[in-house]
């Protein structure tokens, strides 16, 4: 369990909702690696919270789609230090960024047309195009 994670003024994660472990971080590390645990595993129960409204837990699976595990969770690490304070609060603040993208409600796209002043602009550049490329080309031997 975890100490709330607070995402704006209106939306607090609950601690409940969040799992943190500490693991051996991978890479070179000297005589260190085998002795400390620093890296952090954070995983969020977005599912099942009821922090988030249903629009953005639909987002939200779309945005952290490769950081899905298998039960559905929201799987994020950070082995960005040596330190695993910092690690956690990294991997929270990355959990706290994707939620706030996955807040934002995109815009709709309003169809357009292009208009009939452009469409003569395309055939009249097309025209010239084709003279020039006509220009180039060998006379005829009409004889």
């Known amino acids: 369990m975890s100490s709330p994670l607070v995402i704006n003024d ?5 601690g409940s909702d969040l799992e943190w472990t500490a693991v051996r971080s991978s890479g070179p590390g000297g005589q260190n690696v085998n002795k400390v645990a620093s890296k952090i595993e954070l995983s969020f129960d977005f ?3 009821v922090a988030l409204a249903d629009p953005v ?8 789609k490769n950081q899905l595990d298998a039960e559905g969770r929201v799987f994020i690490k ?10 956690l609060a ?3 603040q990355k959990l706290k960024d994707l939620i706030l ?4 409600v995109p815009k709709t796209r309003k169809p357009t047309k292009v208009s ?6 395309r055939v009249t550049n097309k025209k010239k195009v ?5 220009a180039r080309k060998k006379p005829s031997r009409d004889d």
């Open 10 to 14: 209106k939306v607090t994660l609950p």
């Open 47 to 49: 599912e099942n919270t």
């Open 57 to 64: 837990k639909a987002r939200l699976r779309v945005l952290a």
């Open 78 to 87: 950070s082995e960005k230090t040596r330190d695993q304070g910092k690690n």
């Open 90 to 92: 990294d991997a929270r």
């Open 101 to 104: 993208s996955a807040m934002v």
């Open 116 to 121: 009939k002043a452009q469409k003569a602009k």
């Open 130 to 134: 084709s003279a020039k490329k006509a």
